[in-house]
């Protein structure tokens, strides 16, 4: 009996001294949540409103646990949650210089089935799960590390909604495009520019006419749109030997631009002439990136091919013009379009 009741009396110790403020089910609810309801969820959590902040484009509001919490958990860790606006958009911040709890939080998100594409890696990790995302870092706040939980949810549009090429761009993640489209429509490859220049991607639709290709500027995570590729005759390593015929890409960009389309057409929408790097340059057959026209080709590159072309001597020069291509009767056509994103904006959710 005595021996029982000192088990009640460590287990109650324990509870004291530790206590996990916030799991992955909050961090869930949270990231679901409006302006209001987020601060009265905290609020029922035991934080309470402190300072706000604007740091560039983004508000900050910061949450501390109120007095009747720290009597609770009584461990003398730091713990704060920042809200963040930009954007139209939300995600918050959880701190914590519990190792004990991170570690636990960590255990929470996988048990809810989140993963991480790079654990024991590198830092920072990365955890996701559909829509939402954990990006955990750590730093030194005065003498302590604490330990950083950036969770935000991201607002995908469905299928439907999409009508154009530029419209993929909203998807910033390969867990996006499986949640979205579906695990059988998504393919993790590698894409070759050249045999020196390979690069993860994921391909969605692969080998039909609605392939888009994914190219990731955090290639280890798959995540954050380095660029778009569509045409038809790309492809990534594991549809290398894949030669059945495929019919014209279907997506179109906003201008009207599109893969298989002529020379002669390409210019009509550009309203310009274009100048393009010869076949034994450093980029073959890709129109130079400058706009002089209606299209700018240094957010939207567009590769050209031949099929005439194998005797043409003046295109083994460094820089053609298209005046030049048509005098010549050469049958061009856009053989592949390469999307690119705007720029990040200077919102502190993004450093």
């Known amino acids: 009996m005595r021996s029982f009741s000192l088990l ?30 987020m601060s009265s969820y905290l609020a029922k959590s035991g ?8 740091q ?3 508000i900050q509001q910061t949450f501390y646990l109120n007095s009747r919490k720290l009597r609770q958990v009584d461990d003398s860790a ?6 963040l606006f930009y954007e139209g958009k939300s995600a918050f911040n959880y701190c914590t210089s519990s190792y004990q709890e991170c570690r636990d939080i960590i255990k929470s998100l996988k048990d809810k089935g989140f993963y991480c594409e790079n654990e024991n890696v590198q830092s920072p990790f990365l955890y996701q799960q559909n829509d939402v995302s ?7 706040e005065d003498t302590l590390l604490c330990y950083n939980f950036l969770v935000k949810k991201e607002k995908l549009p469905s299928p439907a909604s999409i009508h154009y090429a530029e419209d993929f761009l909203a998807y910033q993640s390969h867990e996006n495009l ?16 050249s045999d020196s220049d390979v690069v993860k991607c994921s391909i969605l639709f692969p080998n039909t006419n609605r392939q888009v290709i994914f190219v990731w500027k955090d290639e280890l995570n798959r995540i954050t749109i380095s660029h778009l590729l ?38 009509n929408i550009n309203e310009a002439g274009i100048n393009f790097y010869g076949w034994n340059s450093q980029y073959p057959g890709i129109v130079v990136p400058v706009k002089n026209g209606t299209i700018d080709f240094k957010s939207t590159g567009v590769v050209l091919s031949c099929l005439n072309c194998g005797d043409s001597d003046f295109l083994n020069r460094d820089i053609i013009s298209s005046d030049e291509a048509i005098e010549s009767s050469k049958r061009m056509f856009v053989l592949a379009v390469i999307i690119m994103p705007q720029h990040d904006n200077a919102s502190a959710i993004h450093r």
């Open 8 to 37: 009640i009396f460590f287990s109650a110790c324990a509870s004291v001294v530790y206590c996990q403020v916030l799991t992955a089910n909050d961090f869930v609810a949270l990231a679901s949540l409006p302006e209001k309801k």
């Open 134 to 140: 954990v990006k955990l870092t750590s730093k030194m």
């Open 78 to 83: 730091v713990r704060y949650v920042q809200e």
């Open 47 to 54: 934080f309470r409103k402190a300072d706000q902040q604007l």
């Open 178 to 193: 499986e949640y979205v489209f579906g695990k059988s429509n998504v393919q993790k490859d590698v894409y070759y520019f």
């Open 230 to 267: 569509v045409g038809n005759s790309l492809r990534g390593n594991r549809s290398r030997k894949y030669d059945t015929p495929v019919a014209e890409n279907v997506w179109t960009l906003r201008n009207g631009l599109r893969a298989n389309m002529s020379l002669s057409e390409l210019l």
């Open 56 to 58: 560039f484009d983004t």
